[in-house]
């Protein structure tokens, strides 16, 4: 498809506003720690946490953008596309250590509770918030694209949430003293997490473990291919992503009598990258089945 041509141009339009966000999260960072520990907020704290986490998922998705720009070679001959992936999947197991982190601590809380500085916990909280939706803006381009953007995303907005949550505890501790309400916040952000966190986790392992593109039904591609004509046979039928967007295709087409095998292969490459976005296609031409026609797929 389209997306594997212009990787590189892609790539280079998602790493400015990595950059940028990577800034700004970092620089906040160390206020909020130290916020945290001065207001004895958990629920500033556990922003704090995710916030360490959007740092390290930022950094994470810097190195995988300038690996997955470098070109195939000897060694790898697809090249590095699959860091996105990869970088995807640490992002997601830094979640779910996030929100187990945050999950205990509360449960601690609960038989506990502590004194908390509300007006502190709210000036650091509004502050962590006005930089994650600053983050945010930057990076939601990107994350309808790019697998690995979408893993910083998501930490970012995991984040902003926590922000809003210890935003919401923070007014009700000031107004009432209700100091329950700030493990019950943080257990609330935990929870939120798992689910999105899972969903990330299932992508970037899908796409390593080569299943097929997201939203292509291989069923389909096969009775499409089966119709161009000049096709008697379909087998050995495989797609799968080296990314988020870079689909590839292998097949064994079995020709008719009488088909010319370069316009039988043509007019399937051309289907292939209309009808399923797939650009990269490659194509075994055959006048009879090879091997035992019960052992493809």
């Known amino acids: 498809m389209s997306a594997g041509h212009d990787h590189g141009a892609g790539e280079i339009r998602h790493e400015r506003p990595l950059w940028w966000a990577f800034g700004l999260t970092a620089t906040f960072l160390v206020a909020e720690v130290v916020g945290g520990i001065m207001t004895n907020s958990l629920a500033l704290l556990s ?25 195939a070679d000897a060694r790898r001959s697809y090249g590095y596309a699959r860091m996105e992936a990869i970088g995807a999947l640490v992002n997601g197991g830094l979640l779910f250590l996030v929100a187990g982190y945050i999950l205990w601590e509360a449960a601690g809380r609960f038989r506990q509770v502590a004194e908390v500085a509300s007006t502190g916990m709210l000036v650091i909280a509004v502050l962590g918030l006005v930089v994650n939706l600053i983050s945010m803006r930057l990076l939601s381009a990107g994350s309808g694209t790019s697998l690995n953007v979408r893993g910083a995303y998501l930490e970012v907005w995991s984040d902003m949430l926590g922000s809003v949550g210890v935003i919401v505890a923070a007014v009700v501790i000031q107004f009432t003293g209700w100091t329950l309400v700030d493990p019950i916040i943080a257990v609330l952000i935990g929870l939120w997490i798992l689910p999105r966190t899972w969903t990330l986790l299932r992508q970037a392992g899908h796409v390593l473990m080569e299943g097929v593109p997201e939203g292509m039904d291989i069923a389909a591609v096969r009775r499409e291919m089966l119709a161009t004509a000049g096709v008697e046979q379909v087998h ?54 090879c091997g035992d026609d019960h052992a493809h797929a």
């Open 47 to 71: 922003d704090a946490a995710h916030m360490l986490t959007d740092v390290i998922a930022l950094a994470i998705s810097l190195v995988a953008v300038r690996l997955g720009r470098r070109p």
């Open 236 to 289: 050995d039928l495989h797609a799968w992503t080296l990314g988020s967007r870079q689909s590839l295709l292998t097949a064994h087409v079995v020709l008719q009598a009488g088909a010319d095998a370069d316009q039988v292969r043509r007019a399937l490459a051309e289907m292939l990258a209309r009808r399923f976005d797939v650009d990269h296609a490659t194509l075994q031409i055959e006048s009879s089945p």
